[in-house]
């Protein structure tokens, strides 16, 4: 059992109030939040929060992690360029043993930011739950094939390798894009969902050029073309949403979708503004994403927050346009359910202990005038004292306890770089 | 002196590019940059960079130090509200004693993310320069009067006083804006400006009501008008420039001027985005600045050139608009020249000791593809180990080395804020 005491708590349980006592944990799982009782039980570890502050962890609801290793690699280039010439080639050449590497390259930076839970998109599940379980962070899987009906033999039988793996580990079904799949396959992926009474995930809407080419194919736009086929009988959501408009986001109220929004990588590729004040205000449910670090460049909840405030003011010419702590809550308890870590996004007895401490001494954060909005408007992940996942502190005061030293993931993932990019 | 060894220099000199070597500094300059040599003098502390880069610090080209007591006093408002009432009534009642106070919050953070130097304006220049010169970081005032002619007396008065009371402190001609002062004002100040050979600054078409009126009444916008009034025969520049056109701009090519650009202040308080991109492409010379904490709510370069740099691909639907390293050079060299500190722009020998250290081992910046970039797309505050300002080493893996600890700092502005938000 571990105890933090005299501490300020955000269960996030109903808004971002703010109260003052401590927190215990047992296992894996959060026993109490309260005040000092009289009596207290015997703890392996008791930590004085110095009056700062624990909240729910952050959960990156959309992301590809292990593309650490093109981060940088071309910048300031156009998205057809990028992607083709400078993504593409160099992920055929990836190993399994590379997206090992290069996700523990990821978990530093999301541990360091707060981060205890990725819904990650990528090649060789198996090396990423390797890497995830290890350092003891979540993984939900999604999956991302693409092609035609015969491809979700694939998703379905890496559902049901992945799906009771490890209690750190999920698997969600999912498919690249509605643009990069046929009918046929937006077919069978539906016919599975329903088979398995499963929410089902896409990336979607992501470009207008991606869109209006549904629209043209189709005559419906990818959401209410793919809820015509049956997808989301038992929710599930979609990565980007940009261009979304008022049918659209009605599709996802409807069925209880999860709007994932990626505004910084929307930002870096052009892609554009999602319409987030809307989706909010037609009472969508939201989460936010890092999208891969090639396109965004950093693996950071605080600027997915920051920017998913301040972009809706310029899109809307409206400086009081969406409240900021709505991507507070976005970052954390919407990214949470959104991939199904029903029981990793607040902060209660008998919940997940997914965790975090903010410095509230920090002097970007000063005057605690409006705590959750400054930690959308003016926080950063320097302000992330500890980071707290499945009951197991995994980082403190800059130092990992994950299993592996930084010095040794740098050091592997140089050598494969430098054969990788040759 | 002291010795910087085994270290990555990017020296800003002449673009981006990084060499190895070392640096060594003597007194508040530097006064070696190159390969070891075979004798070494003796140095009163020699550091181990570790292959860390070393370059030029940043420097905030506009900010409005002392109002981080209004941070996060009130989010999500419209404007107008925001100024009228929840900015005026309270900045009435400051005193000097509180702006000393509230300017060191300020230093701690910006010294935290590199900054040595800061543009500011705001009351009571002699508090700002004692919290300054104290900490050991520089203060370039601008003047900020508003008003008619005879208020240039009160600017003139502060310019004598100001120019040369300190190596850490200089001062610049300026008034707030077109629009908060009369036509006899701009006047008597290029009247000023002329009769000691000095550039002007101003806030400039920071918002659209602001620039559409002045064409109303002067028939020209605020760029055109002022400089037909001869306001910039020996230089200056302007702050926010969001609605600058291209006639605007030639405006400012053809004058030398130094455009500030404030994105993350435009972009909160819905002011809209800069034309960054057609301005570096004609040439203007660009810097950055963060604008008050309040109107940000950060005081972070990265932050300033990381949004200087999407937003501009956001504004042209472009993925190529804006080299990313454009944005390192506005927020270093540039902003250095752009307020007039010509021997703190590069690393040379002979220039004074502003410097920061990068840690090039943190997971955010790897893999060390393209650095310049990485430092604008995907680093932050967080990278900074070191901030060195005139020889002196003001901050050193997050320790303060400014004679007064943070939590003094926080004790003394939590009173005084409560005091005055009461």
Redesign the interface.
């Known amino acids: 059992m571990i105890r933090f005491y005299n501490a300020k708590i955000m269960t996030m349980a109903d808004g971002c109030g703010i109260t003052a006592g401590e927190l215990w944990t047992d296992g894996d799982r959060i026993s109490y939040i309260g005040d000092t009782p009289a009596e207290l039980p015997a703890f392996e570890r008791e930590i004085d929060v110095c009056g700062n502050l624990l909240m729910p962890s952050f959960k990156n609801a959309h992301t590809h992690s292990a593309m650490?290793?093109l981060?940088?690699?071309a910048?300031?280039?156009?998205?057809q360029t990028?992607l083709f010439e400078k993504v593409f080639p160099y992920e055929d050449r990836l190993t399994p043993e590379d997206v090992y590497a290069f996700d523990r390259?990821?978990i530093?930076?999301y541990l360091?930011s707060g981060t205890t839970a990725a819904f990650d998109m990528y090649f060789y599940p198996e090396s990423s739950a390797a890497a995830f379980t290890e350092a003891g962070m979540r993984l939900v899987f999604c999956g991302s094939i693409n092609g035609t009906a015969k491809d979700v033999e694939r998703l379905n039988s890496q559902f049901q390798q992945f799906r009771n793996l490890h209690p750190l580990v999920k698997y969600r079904l999912g498919f690249h894009a509605e643009y990069t799949s046929d009918e046929s396959l937006h077919r069978e992926v539906a016919r599975l969902a329903q088979a398995e009474h499963e929410p089902v995930y896409t990336h979607i809407s992501e470009t207008k050029r991606e869109h209006d080419e549904c629209i043209e194919r189709h005559g419906a736009s990818p959401a209410q073309y793919l809820e015509s086929l049956g997808l989301w009988e038992y929710g599930g959501g979609g990565f980007h949403c940009v261009w979304f408009d008022e049918a659209d986001r009605a599709v996802y109220k409807r069925n209880g979708l999860w709007f994932v929004s990626c505004p910084?990588s929307n930002?870096?590729?052009?892609s554009?503004?999602a319409p987030l004040k809307e989706a909010y205000e037609e009472g969508v449910q939201l989460a936010l994403g890092t999208d891969g670090?090639a396109s965004?460049?950093?693996?950071?909840p605080f600027?997915e927050m920051?920017l998913g405030a301040?972009?809706q003011?310029?899109r809307?010419?409206?400086?009081?346009?969406?409240?900021?702590a709505e991507m507070l809550k976005a970052a954390t308890v919407g990214g949470a359910r959104a991939m199904g870590l029903h029981d990793c996004d607040i902060l209660a007895e008998g919940r997940q202990a997914d965790l975090i401490m903010i410095d509230l001494?920090a002097?970007?954060l000063?005057?605690?005038?409006?705590?959750p909005?400054?930690l959308v408007?003016?926080g950063?992940?320097?302000n992330v004292k500890l980071t707290m996942c499945a009951g197991k502190i995994l980082y403190e005061n800059g130092e990992y306890h994950i299993g592996v030293s930084?010095?040794e993931i740098?050091a592997d993932?140089?050598k494969r770089?430098a054969r990788l990019?040759d």
Chains 1, 2 share one sequence.
Do not use: C, M
């Open positions: 650490t290793f981060r940088s690699f910048e300031d280039v156009p998205l990028w390259l990821a530093l930076e360091a910084a930002a870096k590729l052009a554009g503004i670090p965004n460049n950093a693996l950071d600027r920051y301040v972009l003011k310029l809307h010419n409206d400086a009081a346009a969406l409240p900021a001494t002097a970007n000063q005057p605690p005038h409006h705590i909005e400054s408007l003016s950063d992940r320097a930084p010095a740098l993932t140089a770089i990019t």
